[in-house]
């Protein structure tokens, strides 16, 4: 195989590759924003605050219990914090 056609592929593979990563991270932030759009219809249009933010961040990660206890220490019923912590990860 010649050098040139060696590199074209390797190229192809890399830029492959990193639009992927570029591709599903935007997914990830979705599922942060569908967690903080769940609470902010329980605040009836009010913008969630940093500690609500954080919390939905904690669910991104896997920690439903710790997103769920942040969430309620914020302010949000039971229901809703588990509600939205669910879609976190997702």
Not at 38 to 52: F, T, Y
């Amino acid at each position: 195989m010649r050098t040139s056609t060696r590199i074209a592929g390797v190229l192809s593979g890399l830029a492959l590759a990193v639009g992927g990563v570029a591709f599903t991270a935007p997914a990830a932030h979705a599922d942060v924003t569908a967690c903080i759009n769940q609470v902010e219809r329980e605040l009836q249009g009010g913008e969630a605050p940093d500690s609500i933010r954080m919390a939905c961040y904690v669910g991104l990660t896997g920690d439903h219990a710790k997103c769920v206890t942040g969430l309620t220490e914020g302010g949000v019923t039971n229901g809703t914090a588990v509600t939205a912590c669910r879609v976190a990860p997702n």
